[in-house]
C-alpha cells in the first residue's frame, strides 16, 4: 500500500492499519511492498478488469460506506463473473476528500472485509491519495479461468439464442427510489429495489457454468440493450429481443405501472450486474438446466439472426423504438 | 473498455475509439472485451502495483496532457522497476470532468502512445467515466519477473550497504519552480528539475540488473528518507544516511542554496522515482559497475545496521532532525 499526498500522514498510516488485515493472500504481502504477485495456477489465465465509481455519479454521498465499497467491489467481480472466471484478489485506488472520517473509512473496510469472504478474495495492494473533489474509488479485480477459456463478447452466431440472467431494471427503479423517495411503494418492493441498486449480485457461479457453453457474454451494465449492442457489434450479427420475454420483479411494476414504459426503461436502466448471453441451440436445454445450480433464474429473451445491432421487438416483431440504449447517470 | 456514466455517449465513443489503438497486445483485445488476459510467459511471476494521480494534488490542472498521461504512467512503472520487473502492460481508469475537451485526451493519448514505444508496453483495459470533481487517474500496471525473483522491501541485514540511483530532490525543486515561477534561475536549470518533476524516469534496466544483487528495494516516491525507513520496517533494520554522499544536482543548489537545508530538502522532498535499494557488502563492487549499462549514476549513501528507523547523519555522526520524512503536496 503507498500512500502519496501525504498532507494527513498520520490518517494515511491509520489507514494503511485499517486495510492490512484485507490483504491475506500471500502475493499481497500484508500491503508491506510496492507490488503485488498475482501469478495465475498453472493451466490457467489471469483476467484483470477495472472500474471506477465516482460519489455523485454511481452513488450517493449518503449511502452507507459499506454498502459503496461492496458495490465498487461488486461491480468489478460482475465483469469476471460473465468471463467465466474464479475472483482471486483485487487492487484499491481509493482518492479521499479531507471531510472523510475514520468512521466512514472503517465501515468501508468493513464492507470490503464481508464481501471478501463472501467471494473469497483477498486485497492485494493499494493507493491511498487525497482528493479536492468527490470520493473516487477504483478497483482493479483478478480472476482465474482454464487458459484459452474466457468468455468474449465475440463468438455470437446466427440462430444462437439469447439469455439473460435474474431480472432486469430493479437498479434503475431502485435509483428512481433513491431519488424520489418512492413513498408510494410497499415497503418490501422499495427494499428489494434500493438492495438491487446498492449491492448487485454478481453472477459468479453462472459465469463459471457457462464455460464451454456460452457463445458470447457479457455483464449488464450499461444497459440490456446496449450490451446486447456490444456483443452484436463484436461477433458481428444482430440481435433480437423479444419485449414479452424480458424477466421483470414484481416491484418493478410498482414503479413505472405502464407495462411497455416499463419494458424500455428495464431494457435501458442498466446497473443490473446480471449476465447477458449467446448460446448455440444445442445447448439451450443444458443452459436453462443450469438455474438451478447457478441460484438465479435464466430466461431465454430472443435469438442472433444475421445483421446487425441489437433491437427490441414487440409481439407483432415491430422493433421498440428506443431513445438511448443505455445507461443515464444521475 | 467501458464507458460508466454516459451522460456523454457520443464523447465517450470518441474515447474509446481513442484509445483503442494504445490495445495492441493479444490480451487487451483492442478494448472491445469487458476484462483482459495479462498471464505472464512460463516460469515468471505476474507483479501488479497500482496508483492514482489526482488533478490539484499530483499535478497542476494547466500542465500539458501529454506529459501528466506520461508521469501517471511512468509513477507506476517506476514501482515495477524498484521491484525489477520487465513491464508489459496497463489498466487505466480515467475520471473526466465536463470541462476536457478533445484536444486534451487527444494530447493525454499521444502521451501514453509515445510512452508505451518507449517502455514496450500496451494499455490493457480500462474505464473512463464522469467526475463533478477534477481530473483523477488510477493507472494498475503488470510486470514479469522470474518467479520467485521479485525484489522487495523486506532483506535488508545490518551490514548491507544501502544505495540509490540518480539525483535526489530535482522533483522538489521542480515543484518550486512551477509554483514561484524559478525566474531567478538559469533557463537550462529551471527546465532540468520541471523535466524531473513532470516526466520522472523509470530505472527499469537498473532494476531489472539489481535482481541477485540487491537484498532490498523500492522507488523513491514518498521522499529517500521515508522510504528507506519502509525497508528498515520491513527488514528490522536500521538504516543510516550519510548527508555528505546524497547524489544532488547542480540545478538544485540554485533553488535551494544553503547546503544543509538543500540536503534535508532534498532527502525529504519525494517524487523522485529513483530506486533506493540494499545490497550486501560483497555485490558492492557489482552494483557500482552497474551505472554504466543501466544508464544512471548509482551512489552509496550509508549503511544498514542493528535497530530501527532510518536516520540522515552530518559529517560528524550526528542525527540531523528532520520534521517529516515524506513528501508534501501542493
Redo the contacts between chains.
Keep these: 500500500m503507498?500512500?502519496?499526498?501525504?498532507?494527513r500522514?498520520g490518517e494515511f498510516a491509520l489507514i494503511a492499519e485499517l486495510f492490512a488485515p484485507l490483504a491475506d493472500a500471500p502475493g499481497a504481502?500484508g500491503l508491506?511492498?510496492?507490488?503485488?504477485?498475482?501469478?495465475?495456477p498453472a493451466g490457467?489465465?489471469?483476467?484483470?478488469?477495472?472500474?471506477?465509481?465516482?460519489e455523485?455519479?454511481?452513488f450517493f454521498a449518503g449511502d452507507p460506506a459499506d454498502l459503496i465499497a461492496k458495490k465498487a467491489l461488486r461491480v468489478s467481480l460482475s465483469?469476471?463473473a460473465?468471463?467465466g472466471?474464479a475472483p482471486a484478489g483485487y487492487?484499491?485506488?481509493?482518492?479521499l476528500p479531507a471531510r472523510i472520517e475514520m468512521s466512514w473509512l472503517r465501515a468501508f473496510a468493513g464492507g470490503l472485509h464481508d464481501d471478501q469472504r463472501a467471494f473469497g478474495v483477498s486485497l492485494?495492494?493499494?493507493?491511498t491519495?487525497?482528493?479536492?473533489?468527490?470520493v473516487?474509488i477504483?478497483i482493479?479485480a483478478?480472476?482465474h479461468v482454464p487458459?484459452g477459456a474466457?468468455l468474449?463478447?465475440?463468438g455470437a452466431r446466427p440462430g444462437d439464442i439469447v439469455f439473460v440472467s435474474g431480472t432486469i431494471g430493479d437498479s434503475g427503479g431502485g435509483l428512481v427510489c433513491l431519488k424520489d423517495g418512492g413513498a408510494a411503494l410497499q415497503e418490501h418492493h422499495r427494499a428489494f429495489l434500493v438492495g438491487r441498486f446498492q449491492v448487485p449480485q454478481p453472477r459468479i457461479a453462472l459465469g463459471h457454468a457457462l464455460l464451454g457453453l456460452a457463445s458470447a457474454s457479457?455483464?449488464v451494465?450499461?444497459g440490456l440493450i446496449a450490451d446486447l449492442g456490444?456483443i452484436a457489434e463484436?461477433s458481428g450479427v444482430r440481435i433480437d429481443v423479444e419485449a414479452e420475454r424480458l424477466p421483470l420483479s414484481a416491484a418493478l411494476a410498482s414503479v413505472w405501472p405502464d407495462r411497455m414504459d416499463r419494458i424500455v426503461r428495464a431494457a435501458t436502466a442498466g446497473d443490473d450486474y446480471e449476465i447477458a448471453f449467446t448460446a448455440p441451440p444445442e445447448h439451450g436445454d443444458a443452459v436453462l438446466g443450469l438455474a438451478t445450480s447457478a441460484g438465479v433464474p435464466i430466461t431465454q429473451i430472443g435469438l442472433a439472426t444475421a445483421g446487425e445491432g441489437a433491437v427490441l421487438l414487440d409481439a407483432n416483431r415491430r422493433q421498440i423504438p428506443i431513445d438511448?440504449p443505455?445507461?443515464?447517470?444521475f
Design positions: 503507498t500512500n502519496s499526498a501525504s498532507e500522514p504481502f508491506t511492498d510496492d507490488a503485488a504477485i498475482v501469478t495465475p490457467h489465465d489471469l483476467v484483470a478488469t477495472t472500474d471506477a465509481l465516482v455523485g455519479v454511481h465483469d469476471l460473465a468471463k472466471c487492487l484499491l485506488a481509493l482518492s492485494l495492494g493499494g493507493d491519495t487525497t482528493t479536492p473533489g468527490p473516487t477504483a482493479t483478478f480472476g487458459a474466457m468474449r463478447r465475440t457479457i455483464d451494465s450499461d456490444h463484436t438511448r443505455g445507461y443515464v447517470h
